[in-house]
């Protein structure tokens, strides 16, 4: 019997194989579903639509690159992880990120990063965040994110480690004590 990870993989290859044809916004969980052999109902049972499926894929990514934070893999290595992992989905994730859905990957990455920051900076202060660091931090993930669009939308033209050390280098100054140094914390997975 096929467990539920493995329905969600198959389900997302055949999403990331149809992308590879259509765009994103062109492509129903009809489509979906006869790529994969599936039903709709099958699909409902594990996605609340199309973007969910994208967002999923994206957080098994998100599991095996920077949420390793603390796990003996500092951000810089952690960002480079995602980074190449993107790579190997390039168009992927071009055509993901190209969909302005309310629940697109742009937002959603958005907020799995300030979640993911947000709790180191909790855990490593072991009290709430001030407004100013939530002001910086929701800046600082907002303009990550929105260089990493960039980099998909122009052809992943720059190396996954200078993107790295550039995100890392415009880090405002009072998040890195939370986020560079001694990043023994590490993520819990809520899901």
């Known amino acids: ?28 969980v009809q489509d979906i579903v006869s790529q994969c052999g599936y039903t709709r109902q099958t699909f409902y049972r594990y996605f609340k639509d199309k973007y969910d499926c994208v967002n999923w894929y994206f957080e098994r990514l998100a599991e095996r690159s920077f ?10 290595d952690g960002l ?8 190997k989905d390039q168009h992927f994730f071009y055509e993901a990120f190209m969909a302005d859905d309310h629940n697109s990957l742009f937002q959603y990455d958005y907020q799995c990063i300030y979640e993911f920051y947000s709790h ?4 490593k202060s072991q009290q709430p965040l001030s407004k100013e660091l939530d002001f910086l931090l929701k800046m600082y993930c907002k ?13 992943m033209k720059m190396s996954e480690a200078e993107l790295s050390r550039y995100l890392v280098s415009a880090m405002p100054e009072m998040l890195k ?3 560079l140094y001694d990043t023994s914390i590490s993520w819990k997975n809520s899901n």
């Open 1 to 28: 019997m096929i467990g539920q990870v493995d329905t969600c993989y198959k389900i997302a290859d055949s999403l990331k194989e149809l992308m590879n044809k259509h765009p994103l916004n062109k492509i129903t």
């Open 67 to 76: 949420k390793q934070l603390g796990s003996g893999c500092n951000l810089e």
């Open 80 to 87: 480079i992880k995602k980074f190449k992992l993107m790579r």
């Open 120 to 123: 180191l900076i909790i855990e």
């Open 143 to 155: 303009g990550s994110i929105d260089m990493t669009f960039d980099w998909v939308k122009t052809g």
């Open 177 to 179: 004590p939370y986020l």
